[in-house]
């Protein structure tokens, strides 16, 4: 189950929710945006920063969005975040369910 809600939705957008139980984190800034999910019982999912973090603890996503150095990720629709995050959880699971 998926649950969730933006926190911010401008300069950076921010969601928060629940994967499958997981919590999870989405964070869109300056020109990327992370996706972190923390596996590991009473782990906060914005400690998870890079996949090497994430190894047996969660998972990790990142992607440049935008033109380099540019701030178009902080101000992307909120209908682009919603699809990022839809992309995000068919990836964790079809990788999970592998």
């Not at 914005?46 to 090497?52: K, W």
């Not at 969005?65 to 959880?89: H, K, N, Q, T, W």
Request: with cysteine; proline share 5%.
């Amino acid at each position: 189950m998926l649950d969730y809600r933006f926190t911010c939705d401008a300069a950076p957008v921010q969601a928060e929710g629940t994967l499958d139980g997981h919590p999870f984190y989405f964070r869109a800034r300056g020109d990327h945006w992370t996706f972190s999910l923390a596996e590991e019982p009473g782990l906060d999912p914005v400690y998870i920063d890079s996949a090497e973090s994430a190894a047996g603890r969660g998972y990790f996503l990142s992607a440049q969005y935008g033109a380099p150095g540019s701030f178009a990720a902080g101000y992307m629709a909120l209908a682009e975040g919603r699809d990022l995050i839809g992309e995000c959880v068919r990836r964790y699971r079809a990788e999970r369910s592998a």
